[in-house]
């Protein structure tokens, strides 16, 4: 069932699914549950998304951010974050082992699997970077050096080197010449990439 988005319900607003959504990255974002996310879109299949289909999201009171919001988890690392790390690990499709809250060998083998593939340094420690890759918003801007007259930018579902160079009033080659190796066809959730101006 497609919702026009004059139809979504009180307490719910629309929003148009673009590359990459996903209800689970989308919970986090807005903030909200899987469970209020599905509880929102009767009849939505959350592994079938379109890119342009409305989906309603559930809005309301923001609860505070927790105080340690992406915490530097290495091997011998315990507890909730953990737990929550394996879990987005296991989302994306690599196997942390069991979801037991233990930083072992196996869920360190996931993290670096997931870091190769998203072109972030491969050291198998869980930072800011990572976390943001995973799609946790971690409230700061994971480091990274952009050359004088560039500023750094954390690539989003949907987004491509032409939409960027609309939105921030540049061009698609003045984006390609301050990202050096970067491949524009091949762009990861979580890059950080370099915008002129």
């Known amino acids: 069932m497609y919702y026009s988005q004059r139809s979504c319900p009180s307490g719910t607003t629309a929003y148009t699914i673009r590359a990459g959504d996903t209800f689970y990255r989308l919970s986090i974002t807005y903030n909200v549950s899987l ?21 309603c999201i559930p809005v309301g009171p923001t609860p505070p951010p927790p105080t340690v919001q992406c915490p530097t988890l290495r091997i011998g690392s315990r507890g909730a974050s953990v737990q929550q790390l394996q879990q987005l690990l296991r989302n994306e499709g690599y196997d942390p082992g069991p979801i037991d809250g233990i930083f072992g060998s196996r869920t360190q083998s996931a993290v670096m699997a997931f870091q190769r593939d998203t072109h972030i340094a491969v ?23 952009c050359p004088a007259g560039t500023s750094p930018y954390t690539i989003r579902p949907g987004d491509t080197f032409y939409l960027l160079a609309i939105r921030f009033n540049t061009t698609v080659n003045a984006i390609i010449a301050a990202n050096p190796g970067v491949n524009p066809n091949a762009l990861q959730i979580g890059q950080i990439v370099c915008i002129p101006g």
């Open 35 to 55: 469970d209020a996310m599905l509880a929102a879109n009767p009849g939505v299949d959350p592994d079938r998304l379109s890119i342009g289909q409305i989906v």
């Open 123 to 145: 050291d198998g420690i869980v930072g800011i970077q990572t976390w943001t890759a995973l799609g946790v918003n971690c409230g700061v801007s994971p480091p990274h050096t």
